[in-house]
């Protein structure tokens, strides 16, 4: 079973502080990328990470592929209660075709 | 440029009965997909489109739900009969061309459907 497992499931921290959500899996993907989900909307891309061992930075967000390119995490400088939502990972595993599987999600609430 | 649209947004019924939902790609995207999205858990992919052909269905249950992509643009999804666990949200996105697995998937703001 090519699954995804995200950590925590569930995080509520102070505006300003910094946190980490975590993506792993026993499966090596060809892809992975990182959504926001607000309630009552669908998902929206942030990244694509590609390469293991690829770092990317969207302004206060930072993206990691692991070098065995089996998980990811998720570096949230600062925190701003317009962070708040469910974070999604997801993946294209190399024996899984085309298909994309989507772990179960980070919901990150930012109190101000 | 205009978004995924769906809908309706929102549907309640009741076990045994029918429903569809509609979605409209962004223009000129190939590849449409279909997903469940229950409470508490990610989206879990029901059906892929490219153009009007099927490239995955292998977890859709095809004793209740179908899904046709007429002329390889707008798409629609049926349950018949409903069961109480279809329960869920119903998201359907697209993605620009062939290389699915590399592309941005673009979602709708979902169907929300409740099964009494």
């Known amino acids: 079973t090519q699954l995804l497992e995200q950590s925590p499931q569930f995080l509520s921290i102070q505006e300003g502080e910094n946190l980490t959500v975590y993506c792993n899996s026993s499966s090596v993907f060809s892809s992975l990328q990182w959504y926001r989900q607000e309630p009552g909307e669908g998902p929206v891309l942030l990244v694509t990470v590609v390469t293991g061992g690829e770092v990317k930075k969207l302004k206060r967000l930072t993206f990691q592929f692991g070098d065995a390119r089996k998980d990811s995490s998720l570096h949230i400088t600062a925190a701003q209660p317009g962070d708040t939502g469910l974070y999604l990972c997801a993946g294209t595993p190399y024996t899984g075709g085309f298909k994309t599987i989507f772990g179960a999600g980070t919901r990150l609430f930012v109190k101000a | 440029e205009a978004g995924v649209a769906q809908s309706p947004r929102y549907k309640i019924i009741e076990k045994r009965q029918s429903v569809a939902f509609w979605c409209n790609p962004i223009s000129g995207h190939a590849t449409l997909y279909w997903y469940q999205q229950i409470l508490g858990q990610g989206p879990k992919l029901l059906i892929q489109f490219q153009n009007n052909g099927v490239v995955d269905d292998s977890q859709l249950p095809k004793d209740r739900f179908s899904a046709e992509r007429l002329k390889g643009v707008d798409s629609t999804l049926k349950i018949q009969p409903a069961k109480l666990e279809d329960s869920a949200v119903y998201l359907c996105?697209?993605?620009?061309?062939?290389?699915?697995?590399?592309?941005?998937?673009?979602f709708g703001p979902g169907t929300r459907l409740l099964v009494l």
């Open positions: 996105a697209s993605s620009p061309g062939a290389r699915a697995h590399q592309e941005t998937q673009y």
